[in-house]
Every structure is written in C-alpha cells, then in structure tokens.
C-alpha cells in the first residue's frame, strides 16, 4: 500500500476513489485479514481474501518443509491466477478491492522455498496461466497536467474533470456529443492523434518519465 493510500485509508471519509486495490500484507498471524475485512466493510469494497486455510498441503509444508513446498506453492498459484480471472471479469463494476495478500508474494515465497528444478517448474507453469494483475505504469499522472484531447475536442465532448461512473471515478467522454461528430467526419479520432501515449516508441520513455517523478514528489513528502 502506497504512503497516500494508508493516509486515506486512515480517514475512509476521504478515501481516493483512485485507490481501487488496497493490499493488508505482514508477518504471519498479526491480523492481516481482520484489518482486510474491516477496511473493505467501511470502503464498501470487494474482499480477496488468500485460500491458505483451502490449501490441504500447507499443514504438511509447515511440518516436513521441503518436501511439500512444491505442491503447497503450486496450489497457491492455481489459487492466485483464479482470483486474478475472477477480478478481470468484474472490473467494470466493482469500485474498490481489498485484500490481504500481496499477489506479488506467491513469487517470492516461491523463490525462498523451493529447489532449483521446483523452481523451474512453477515458473513455467506461471508462465502459461498468463497472470498479470494491473500495473499502474503513470498514465493518469500525464492526462492529471495534459488535457490535450480535451482543449482539441471539436464537439467538447471529453470533460474537464473526471466522473463518477457506477461508482468509479474516470475520465470522461459523452457520447451524446462525440458519435454525432464522429459520424459526421466518419471517425474523427482526433482525441487519440493528439495524445502523447498514441507517439509510436514513445510511452516506455514517458512512463519511466512519470514514475521517476513520481518518487522525487513521494521522497520530498517523507
Ligand atoms: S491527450 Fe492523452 S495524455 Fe493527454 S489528457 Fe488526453 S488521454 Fe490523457
Ligand atoms: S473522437 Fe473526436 S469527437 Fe469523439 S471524443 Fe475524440 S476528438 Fe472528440
């Protein structure tokens, strides 16, 4: 969880409707999803919770250790990448998610516990469920200060501030005023010409920009 997300979080009041994942993650045992569970009861928010309990190898890893690292990690991994699917498919309606694992850990765990060939394996396996959970890679950052599509819009139809929309706070386009525009030039398209992301080769050099900023304005906060 990022330092303004815990601030927020510290007042549910305010919280930012652009926190839409928040991560509770610790050492086993201090209380990781009772916080989860009260966080995502006064955010309103979708629980994830981890299977550890589900997982009938765990008790076994806990007593012979190496022996059952394999199969216990695989099961977490089958796990994470269900979740994962399961939070893809309701991302256009679900506002904000808490959960009380880092889905980044099922990774590192994986590397502390298991031999090299093991290793190997869960890698491969990883590699063709396909997991990738968002990565925020600063996009808002720009569109915050740029609002080129917005100035060039012939039709106004992409809003100065963002909107509420069932229940997430975007950037906003009414198409009531964009198709008749669109039709009329038969696909206008000038909001996508215009952004800087659309600059072919352009968007790692901007996205690392961004990010790097980002960490100067987080270090002069702390
Ligand atoms: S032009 Fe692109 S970067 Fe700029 S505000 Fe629009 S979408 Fe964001
Ligand atoms: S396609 Fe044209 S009319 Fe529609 S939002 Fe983009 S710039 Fe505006």
């Not at 045992?29 to 981890?50: C, H, M, P």
């Not at 399961?86 to 309606?93: A, G, T």
């Not at 706070?169 to 009329?184: G, L, Q, R, T």
Request: hydrophobic share 40%; glycine share 4%; with cysteine.
């Amino acid at each position: 969880m990022t330092r303004s997300e815990l601030l927020t979080v510290g007042n549910p009041g305010k919280v930012s409707h652009s926190s839409r994942f928040i991560a509770v993650d610790g050492p086993i045992g201090v209380g990781k999803t009772s916080l989860a569970r009260r966080l995502a009861d006064s955010l309103s928010a979708d629980l994830v919770l981890e299977e550890a309990y589900e997982n009938p190898f765990l008790e076994r890893f806990y007593l012979d250790g190496q022996s059952a690292a394999l199969p216990a990690q695989m099961f977490f991994l089958f796990a994470r990448a269900r979740q994962i699917e399961s939070l893809r498919q309701s991302d256009l309606f679900t506002s904000v998610r808490v959960s009380d694992y880092l889905f980044s850990k099922d990774r590192l765990f994986a590397e502390l516990n298991l031999s090299a060939d093991e290793l190997s394996l869960y890698k491969q396996v990883e590699a063709t469920l396909a997991i990738d959970a968002p990565v925020d890679i600063a996009v808002d950052d720009l569109c915050t200060s740029c609002r080129r599509c917005t100035i060039d819009c012939p039709p106004d139809a992409i809003l100065d501030d963002k909107q509420i929309v069932r229940g997430v706070e975007k950037w906003y386009v009414d198409f009531d005023k964009c198709i008749p525009y669109f039709a009329m030039t038969e696909g206008c398209g000038i909001c996508i010409e215009v952004c800087p992301w659309s600059e072919p080769g352009r968007g790692v050099v901007l996205s690392e920009t961004l990010l790097k900023k980002r960490r100067e304005r987080s270090d002069v906060i702390r």
